[in-house]
């Protein structure tokens, strides 16, 4: 069964308009999602990326276009600046990994964490907005609280991240099939491609 390593970061809204169209896909191929959060401001100033702010007015500009484009092109609405953008990632970071670590479904809830932001407009970084987003995946939050202390979950975070930049990924969200990187939620109809094969 081919594994799809898939880097991203949960305040990208990128990671979170590709992120149910990967699910389908390594489905319908009967790949498996390795879904492994990274700290992506530790990825930019290791490999020459710019966090929004420190980014042009052209960029930024250009960067709200493509969001509406993909967004209206994709069917999925999207709030363009909410509210808690960007928000601490780190407990939700430590749900996901949890939720890997005891088998539930880390992608899904990674979904639906960037959801509760991207639609919902919603504090990702707050307790009853993580508990609400695992129900919605058929987890119990306070469960996977209780699976990795927030220690551990940082160290394994730091640990991805370097993984990550150790086989070039530079932004989220990164796929990689077999060594093959593809960056970005457009990329999506390349991975398919590799895993028809």
Not at 27 to 49: K, S
Not at 85 to 93: C, Q, T, Y
Not at 166 to 176: C, Q
């Amino acid at each position: 069964m081919t594994q799809i390593d898939y880097y991203f970061a949960l305040n990208s809204p990128w990671s979170y308009m590709g992120s149910d169209r990967l699910a389908k896909i390594a489905a319908a191929h009967g790949a498996t999602v390795n879904a492994a959060p990274v700290n992506l401001g530790a990825i930019f100033e290791r490999t020459g990326g710019l966090p929004l702010p420190k980014r042009s007015p052209e960029r930024r500009a250009y960067r709200m276009m493509e969001l509406k484009r993909w967004s209206a092109f994709l069917g999925i609405p999207l709030v363009l600046e909410p509210k808690h953008f960007p928000h601490d990632e780190s407990e939700g970071v430590r749900l996901v990994l949890a939720a890997r670590l005891s088998g539930g479904d880390a992608h899904k809830l990674a979904t639906e964490l960037g959801r509760s932001l991207w639609e919902e407009d919603k504090d990702p970084s707050d307790a009853v907005v993580q508990n609400e987003a695992a129900a919605r995946t058929g987890l119990d939050a306070e469960f996977l609280r209780n699976v990795l202390s927030s220690d551990d979950a940082k160290a394994q975070w730091t640990k991805q991240t370097e993984d990550a930049i150790a086989k070039d990924v530079f932004a989220a969200p990164t796929y990689v099939v077999d060594g093959e990187i593809f960056w970005g939620q457009d990329r999506l109809d390349f991975v398919e491609r590799k895993l028809g094969g």
